[in-house]
């Protein structure tokens, strides 16, 4: 009976080293993500080389995740070292800056992104969410607009023209994108309580 | 002369000064750092030049008629994270008997902001220089009468360490402030700060303690330790096409206050008369994107120890800012 309950044992154990073997990090950082266990996430990455690209990406937005957004940048900032042309480092880096309420800097990405793609959907919305923050309503009223046609089905940045209107003092404007808003919203709260 | 206990000091000196020195050296490497960035275009920087101006004048003063000044900044921002400047600040100052005081300083500042993880906000270190003289011509009291100069150099330095939270809910600091003067003083200041935002940070409410320790060679004062809490209200205007206010703001002071240096206007009060109240208000308005207006009147009560007696201001105040388009 005691050979059985050891000869099991050994079997269990076997196994269990063998599945421990057999754990992939990327598919282990991606579980715990799901999870929401961004720490754990983060170490999973471990054994992975620490100047792998994809890596650092990762470690990048796991931080943001966390809200470790200077870790968070520091990391984006590596991946761009790595690869300077990097849409995905520089675009990575603009969340964290606009967590942190550095608008400037981040306008800074969101615009070097565009030079390397110039309609970047990402890249303009950070764009205007720097230029609603700094309250240049001039120049995001123009941007916005400017954007609009290439995704005319797109709330985000009807809401960015109507509320730089509004501040504009173009009451007639601001209805006009906020009645746009509710069509493809019918219950935006913002643009009902404005309309109301 | 009163005899006045002397409170202690509310930081032990050594461990003051270690800190200062800790928080000047991070803000020396960060504004180096600055200069040093991979991306530190031309366009990075933004900048902006001030020019000032105020009237005061002074009613049922022993001593003081009038005064006038001027002053012009110029300042600079890396990206939110480092700002520099300097400035010229003059003061004419017109007195009985046809004395009278110049005063000229210049001004340094240099401020970093940092963004540790561990906290919900972020930190700003700020250090102010300022360094001059004032030069005061009376009539000698005796024939023959002739006027005499006399030079006194003045030394502010201001350091600081504040916080506001992303939220932009609450906003603390502390300053320490040191005023020299070649005649006559010596001050210590403590600024504690604490203010509050509400109404998605349209309102604001900022008190500021001032605990200031003179330390003085001739004895004028009767007092060595002054307190004051200064109280400031800010509303900032949402809708500014109508207007173009960009926002009022009233201030009182309550308490004694002397050779105060004041972080929020960049000024130090030089005036050598104990500041028993005041009330402010001031109106921004944002003229275009790149040009600023503010208008500020404030009404001020003061005490003279070396003349015994009180006296009142009024003041007149307006400036313009140019920003970098």
Request: include cysteine.
């Amino acid at each position: 009976m005691n050979r059985q309950i050891l000869f099991i044992m050994l079997i269990i154990l076997l196994k269990a080293s063998y599945s421990y073997a057999e754990v992939n990090p990327w598919k282990e950082s991606y579980r715990l993500e799901q999870a929401y266990q961004y720490d754990s996430a983060i170490n999973a990455l471990n054994t992975i080389d620490s100047n792998n690209e994809l890596a650092v990406l990762r470690r990048g937005w796991l931080n943001y995740l966390k809200g470790s957004y200077s870790r968070s940048i520091d990391f984006y900032t590596k991946a761009l070292k790595i690869n300077s042309v990097s849409l995905d480092a520089r675009l990575g880096l603009t969340l964290p800056l606009l967590e942190q309420q550095r608008w400037r800097e981040a306008a800074l990405h969101a615009n070097k992104a565009l030079e390397k793609a110039p309609w970047n959907y990402f890249a303009h919305i950070r764009l205007m969410q720097t230029e609603q923050a700094l309250k240049q309503w001039q120049q995001l009223s123009i941007h916005a607009q400017a954007v609009h046609p290439r995704y005319p089905s797109d709330a985000t940045i009807l809401l960015y023209v109507a509320r730089a209107s509004d501040k504009l003092g173009d009451s007639k404007q601001a209805k006009l994108f906020y009645n746009k808003v509710l069509e493809l919203f019918p219950d935006h709260f913002e643009a009902k309580h404005y309309l109301q | 002369m009163k005899s006045i206990k002397k409170l202690p000091m509310p930081l032990p000196c050594a461990n003051l000064l270690a800190a200062s020195l800790l928080l000047l050296q991070i803000l020396v490497l960060n504004v180096l750092a600055s200069f040093s960035n991979i991306h530190a275009e031309e366009n990075n920087w933004l900048s902006n030049h001030t020019i000032q101006g105020y009237f005061q004048d002074y009613n049922q003063s022993v001593f003081r008629k009038n005064s006038f000044h001027t002053a012009y900044f110029y300042n600079t921002d890396y990206l939110d994270t480092t700002q520099l400047g300097l400035g010229y600040l003059y003061t004419y100052v017109n007195q009985a008997n046809k004395a009278s005081i110049t005063e000229q300083l210049g001004y340094l500042t240099a401020q970093t902001n940092l963004y540790p993880d561990a906290l919900p906000g972020k930190l700003n270190l700020r250090f102010d220089y300022y360094t001059g003289d004032a030069n005061s011509e009376y009539r000698s009291s005796s024939p023959p009468y002739h006027f005499i100069s006399e030079k006194n150099n003045i030394r502010i330095t201001y350091l600081h360490l504040g916080f506001i939270d992303y939220k932009k809910t609450y906003y603390t600091d502390l300053g320490y402030s040191q005023y020299r003067d070649s005649i006559v003083t010596r001050t210590r200041q403590f600024t504690p700060t604490l203010a509050f935002g509400w109404n998605n940070s349209y309102d604001w409410l900022q008190f500021r303690l001032y605990v200031i320790d003179l330390q003085q060679q001739t004895g004028i004062y009767d007092e060595n330790n002054y307190f004051s809490i200064e109280s400031k209200y800010t509303h900032w205007i949402r809708n500014q096409s109508e207007s173009n206010i960009e926002f009022v703001r009233f201030t009182w002071l309550t308490g004694d206050r002397l050779l105060a240096t004041d972080p929020d206007t960049s000024s130090v009060y030089t005036n050598p008369d104990i500041q028993k109240s005041s009330l402010s208000g001031q109106i921004k308005w944002k003229l275009s994107s790149t040009v600023n207006a503010l208008a500020h009147v404030q009404y001020d009560k003061y005490h003279s120890d070396s003349f015994k007696s009180d006296y009142q201001s009024y003041l007149f105040y307006f400036n313009l800012q140019f920003q970098q388009p």
